[in-house]
């Protein structure tokens, strides 16, 4: 649990790198004649599904929970996350959703205040649970099977879906019933289109691409294919 008494601490200034950074000069390859792929219907055999099980088996690999740890980045102390502030001295609600952690938000921590202090032993329990297999990740996992079933993936395809949608929320729009190409392409067992898809999968806000974002789909993308 969180300790709703300790203070930030306003001495360091050390800025915070987001992922949300902006750049409209962002360069990141897609091959589309893969992305073509999903609307003609057809899919790549990559050879890999005997190694394949249902997403509801699998626990997060040591390799997917370092990823999800490195691409949100800890933080001790609440911060807004459209505006961060710095690692001791975090910005108080400006716009965005009060976090902590790796990226909690009062879905994962419902009592989360501008108070409360969490260390990376506690976000890591909060993460994986009491069991090690029953914490915060677990309801993620829930999202993917609501978004795209219960459908059978390698442990790297699983590590990569559960950082996406940790990282999103969804797979597809389900607020607005929509599809989209990456939830197209996992619903065809288009393994090798799904891959070429992350990198561009909600890489951008207002118009502008997300340098940090951009970086963190092509980790995804190579998670997805190990």
């Known amino acids: ?29 897609v091959n589309q004649n893969i992305l073509d792929q999903v609307a003609a219907g057809t899919a790549v055999d990559d050879g890999k599904d005997n190694q394949r099980n249902p997403v509801s088996s699998y626990t997060l690999s040591a390799k997917g929970f370092d990823e999800l740890k490195h691409s949100e980045g800890f933080r001790r102390y609440a911060y807004d996350d459209l505006d961060a502030g710095t690692l001791s001295n975090p910005k108080r609600l400006t716009g965005g959703k009060i976090t ?37 990740i677990k309801k993620y996992v829930r999202y993917i099977i609501r978004d795209v079933g219960d459908m059978q993936v390698t442990q790297g395809e699983f590590d990569a879906l559960v950082n996406i949608i940790w990282n999103t929320g969804e797979i597809g729009s389900s607020s607005l019933g929509l599809s989209t190409p990456l939830e197209e392409a996992l619903e065809a067992k288009n393994y090798v289109a799904a891959a070429e898809i992350i990198k561009k999968y909600r890489i951008t806000s207002n118009g502008n691409y997300l340098q940090g974002i951009i970086d963190r789909r092509q980790r995804e993308s190579t998670l997805f294919l190990s």
């Not at 601490?9 to 987001?18: A, K």
């Open 1 to 29: 649990t969180s300790n709703l008494n300790a203070k930030p601490n306003t001495g360091n200034t050390t800025p915070v790198v987001s992922s949300r950074t902006t750049s409209t000069n962002s360069t990141y390859s």
């Open 100 to 136: 902590i952690g790796y990226g909690f938000t009062r879905a994962v921590v419902p009592n989360l205040s501008w108070d409360t202090e969490v260390t990376e032993t506690q976000a890591e329990s909060i993460l994986r649970g009491p069991n090690g297999n029953d914490g915060a």
